[in-house]
């Protein structure tokens, strides 16, 4: 009968506990992993700066390594040129 009683008290522990968890610490944990993803991408992303005040200038230059491709690397120009067809060809009549 006390081995019992200790199980109930035990699953009736375990099912408060776990709707304690699920409803404040879960929650806590998501959004702490998703400010950590965002902080992540935006470090990436160059940094996005919160701090910046209204009418200030902020100027970037590209990185050192970064050079303008050559347009003759992308292939042959070709010019296309309409042709007017005035006359009718005999296969249409």
């Given amino acids: 009968m006390k081995s019992l009683a200790v199980f109930i008290l035990v699953l009736v522990l375990f099912y408060y506990g776990t709707k304690l968890f699920v409803r404040y610490i ?6 702490k992993f998703f ?33 303008k491709t050559d347009d003759k690397s992308f292939g ?13 060809s005999e296969s249409d009549e």
Avoid: C
């Fill in 26 to 31: 879960l929650p806590w944990l998501i959004m």
């Fill in 35 to 67: 400010e950590k993803q965002i902080d992540n991408i935006n470090r990436q992303q160059g940094g996005y700066e919160e701090n910046i005040r209204e009418g200030e200038v902020k100027m970037s230059s590209k990185p050192h390594g970064a050079t």
């Fill in 76 to 88: 042959e120009y070709i010019d296309f040129e309409e042709i007017k067809d005035n006359e009718k």
